[in-house]
């Protein structure tokens, strides 16, 4: 498993046009509260990918604002977040909330 940090080229390579959403489309539309996250996930040309996104407001305060990961390989939850917040420890440590699951989502 490993986090995508240059995700708009990784997903032109690699031909992922369904999982262009990043901007808002995966977060929670049912909630938001900060830090309560949604786990995508769908396996594309043979390849799991995951996304997990929330409601972030730590650098912009005005609605619509989020964090959106995406994580190319298998695992749960726990094992994405952690991916994540090895991958941008900067990122993770602006949040005063904790990142939690809302719920599973597969695409």
């Known amino acids: 498993m490993r986090p995508i940090s240059s995700a708009g080229a990784d997903i032109h390579k690699n ?25 995508h996930s769908e396996r594309v040309n043979g390849i ?18 989020h964090s959106t990961f995406l994580i190319i390989g298998d695992g749960c939850f726990n094992d994405a977040i952690a991916q994540c917040r090895g991958a ?3 990122v993770f440590a602006r949040f005063k909330f904790e990142v939690t699951l809302r719920r599973n989502m597969f695409l």
């Open 15 to 39: 031909n992922l046009k369904n999982l262009c959403r990043l901007d808002t489309g995966f977060a929670p539309q049912d909630t938001g509260a900060e830090g309560e996250a949604w786990f």
């Open 48 to 65: 799991r990918h995951q996304v997990i996104s929330f409601w972030d407001r730590s650098v912009d305060p005005r609605p619509g604002s």
């Open 88 to 90: 941008f420890p900067e």
